[in-house]
């Protein structure tokens, strides 16, 4: 942002040195991750990839590895790019991100926390400390996949996708997409479809015509409107038809 002027601070304050930013814990009923907890420390975390497997699913699309090795969870979601993979994962996820500031501490569920274009909840004089995400449900399912004009650039479109399959019927599915609006947009009524019905050809078809008519997203430099829509329906199809949902596995784009 500085390097573009896009941002031009009065001052900038280092908190590199604040440790109790810095890690991951597990707490009773679910993860902590701290605001400058670094992408590539997310990565090679077992505790994320054993309990939350779409954040490890979309970590390797996270830019190239010296951005990784140098970016953090509290910054992506803080800027709020509305082509980030980690915004739409904690949407999909129902993680709530944790805000300190003059009067006290405070929690604000990530559907709630991005509200536009580099736009969150934040406040003036609040700083995000970071994240807690609920542990996934051994019947949980997981699927993540993106479209980018070459590996580590923004993606063009992209879906996270979360809940269970409980003999053998969606519940509780959960799309959210990034790329297709000026936030994570998570298609309610696609979801809707799918909740209750069984995992198959038939019940992805549905959710997917109700999805063409929820997504309404902005063409640009990369991709027309109608491309991107089409793109949204392409990568959703694939990780909700891939085999393995049920334990988790998930897919790559």
Partial sequence: MLALRVARPGVL?????????????????????????????????????????????????????????????????????????????????????VIRGRSGVREVAAADFFRGLYATALEPGEMLLG?????????????????????????????????????????????VFFGCGDRPVRALAAGACLDGQEAGANSVDAALAALDAELDPRGDLHASAALKKHLAGVLARRVLSAPGLAHGEGVHG
């Fill in 131 to 175: 994240a807690r995400f609920p542990l996934a449900p051994e019947d949980a399912f997981s699927g993540f996949a993106e479209l980018a004009p070459r590996h580590g650039d923004y993606a063009m479109v992209g879906v996270a996708a979360h809940g269970r399959i409980s003999d053998g019927r969606y519940r509780d599915p959960r799309l």
């Fill in 13 to 97: 304050v280092d908190i590199n040195r604040l440790a109790e930013l810095s890690g991951i814990r597990v707490e009773r009923e679910g993860i902590f991750i701290g605001a400058l907890v670094r992408h590539s420390a997310l990565e090679r975390s077992g505790e994320v990839r054993e309990r939350l497997p779409l954040l490890a699913m979309a970590l390797p699309h996270v830019g190239h590895p010296a951005i990784r090795n140098r970016g953090t969870f509290g910054g992506s979601c803080a800027l709020a790019d509305p082509a980030a993979e980690l915004p739409a994962c904690a949407v999909a996820l129902g993680a709530r991100f």
